[in-house]
């Protein structure tokens, strides 16, 4: 009984992520797009990028092609659906 309400809980959350997902696609499509600069903190208090490392769109200061930024560039952005970078912590609408 416990194996499933286990297997039904998980492909709930999958279900959920999936609508997610596809709710963000859909949203890009009627909304546009935006870029977004995520910006966090090391423990000593520095502050760097969160775009992996080859992640970023588009060129910055420090490169000209996409997937070119280094780990911790301040300046690498992603395109996201208009409205999720200002939902995540640290994120900034360039």
């Known amino acids: 009984m416990k194996q499933k309400t286990l297997t039904a809980t998980v492909a709930a959350a999958f279900s959920l992520i999936a609508l997610e997902t ?3 696609e859909e949203q890009a499509k009627t909304e ?3 870029k977004c600069s995520i910006v966090g903190y090391d423990k000593a208090g520095k502050e760097l990028g969160l775009i992996k490392a080859g992640k970023g769109d588009c060129k910055t ?3 000209s092609c996409t997937g070119e930024n280094k780990a911790g560039e301040k300046d ?3 395109t996201v659906p208009k409205g999720v970078c200002e939902r ?3 994120g900034t609408v360039k």
């Open 61 to 63: 200061e420090k490169n």
């Open 76 to 78: 690498a952005y992603i």
């Open 88 to 90: 995540i912590e640290g």
């Open 32 to 34: 546009g797009t935006e």
């Open 22 to 24: 596809a709710n963000a």
